[in-house]
C-alpha cells in the first residue's frame, strides 16, 4: 500500500498577528514595540508561528505622537510591523475590534493584548500551543490581584460576581488578552451591534478553548487609560448590553412595592375604624421619598436600555479607518 510520505508531517506553523490597541501611548510604544519584536522572532525561530506573523498598533485617535512612532516601526521594519490610524477616537473596544476584523483576513490567529503590556508576554508561547492542539479560543486570565489597589480589586471581584448573577457568562479575572483563530474570528464578524462588550461576546462564540494563567505586572510607562469614571461606564455597558434582568428586578420590586401598599391599606383601615389613627407627616415624607426615588431609579434603567436600542437602530458604523499601513 502506498504511504505518502508526508502523512505523518505536523502541520506548518500558524501565521498569528498580534493586535495592539493605542491611545497617547508614546512613553510606553518604543518599549512595547521592542519587547514583541524580541517575543515574536522568538516564536519564528521556535517554529511556532510562521513568517507571515505580525505586530499590529491601532492608534485610537491619539493626541501625542503614537502614529509618528508606529510609522517609524513599519518603515523599519515592514515585514513584522503594521499600522492602523482610525480617523478619531473610538474607544479601546472599538479600536481592537477593528484591528481584529483588519486582520482575520490575514493570519490563522489573532492575538490581542494592550499597549502597556501588564499582560505577560512569556504566557503567548502557551496561547499558540494549545491553539495548535485544536483550542480556537485561549483565554489570558490573571492567577491574581494582588498587585492591585484595595479599591480596584474589590471593585473588580464585585464587577465579575454581578455579571454572572446577571446572566453573562464572562471569564473571571481575564480582560482582553486572549488568542482568536481564524473561525472564531469570522464567527465574532457577525456579531454586528454598536454597544459593544467583548468579554461577553467572545464566550458566547463557543469552539474549544483554553486558559493560560499569568502575573499582571507594573504599567511600563505612562498613566492607566482606565480611570474610575471610565471603569464605571465600562461595567454599566456590560451589564446593559448582555442582561435585561436589571428591567425584570424593577418589575418584581414594583410588584413588592405594591403588595406592600395594599398591606399598609389594610392596616391603616384598621387603624382608623379603631379609632387609633395619628396624623403625622413623617411616614408621608418618607414614603413620597422612596417610591419617587425609585421611580426615578427605574427611569434610569428603562432609559439606559431605550438608549441602547436608539443606538443600535441607527447603525452607524464602530470606526472609520484614515490609514492602514501594510506590507503585502
Request: with cysteine.
Amino acid at each position: 500500500m502506498f504511504v505518502p510520505e508526508n502523512i505523518f508531517l505536523s502541520p506548518p506553523p500558524p501565521a498569528v498577528f498580534i493586535v495592539v490597541p493605542c491611545y497617547n501611548e508614546e512613553e510606553a510604544l518604543p518599549e512595547t514595540a521592542n519587547r514583541l519584536w524580541e517575543k515574536l522572532n522568538r516564536l519564528r525561530a521556535d517554529s511556532l508561528v510562521s513568517e507571515a506573523s505580525r505586530i499590529v498598533f491601532v492608534d485610537d485617535g491619539s493626541r501625542d505622537r503614537t502614529w509618528e512612532i508606529i510609522q517609524s516601526l513599519y518603515q523599519e521594519t515592514p515585514e513584522l510591523f503594521c499600522g492602523i490610524k482610525l480617523s478619531k477616537n473610538c474607544g479601546h473596544q472599538n479600536a481592537l475590534v477593528c484591528g481584529l476584523l483588519s486582520v482575520k483576513g490575514h493570519c490563522d490567529a489573532a492575538i490581542s493584548i494592550d499597549a502597556d503590556l501588564q499582560d505577560d508576554i512569556s504566557v503567548i508561547d502557551g496561547m499558540v500551543k494549545k491553539y495548535r492542539e485544536g483550542c480556537e479560543i485561549v483565554y489570558g486570565v490573571r492567577s491574581d490581584r494582588t498587585s492591585d489597589e484595595f479599591f480596584k480589586r474589590a471593585s473588580a471581584q464585585v464587577f465579575y460576581r454581578l455579571m454572572r448573577l446577571l446572566g453573562a457568562d464572562v471569564v473571571y479575572n481575564h480582560a482582553d488578552f486572549r488568542l482568536m483563530g481564524r473561525h472564531a474570528l469570522e464567527a465574532f464578524a457577525e456579531y454586528r451591534e454598536v454597544n459593544l462588550f467583548l468579554r461577553g461576546i467572545v464566550p458566547l462564540l463557543g469552539f474549544k478553548t483554553g486558559v493560560e494563567y499569568y502575573t499582571r505586572s507594573p504599567r511600563l510607562a505612562g498613566e492607566s487609560k482606565y480611570p474610575l469614571r471610565k471603569m464605571l461606564k465600562f461595567a454599566l455597558e456590560g451589564v446593559t448590553s448582555f442582561s435585561i434582568k436589571p428591567i425584570r428586578m424593577i418589575t418584581w420590586l414594583g410588584m413588592i412595592i405594591f403588595c406592600a401598599s395594599i398591606a399598609m391599606i389594610i392596616y391603616f383601615l384598621t387603624r382608623h375604624f379603631s379609632g387609633n389613627t395619628i396624623t403625622g407627616w413623617s411616614s408621608m415624607i418618607v414614603s413620597l421619598w422612596g417610591i419617587g426615588g425609585l421611580i426615578l431609579f427605574a427611569i434610569g434603567v428603562v432609559g439606559e436600555y431605550i438608549g441602547k436600542i436608539y443606538l443600535e437602530v441607527k447603525h452607524r458604523p464602530r470606526y472609520t479607518i484614515e490609514e492602514f499601513l501594510r506590507k503585502e
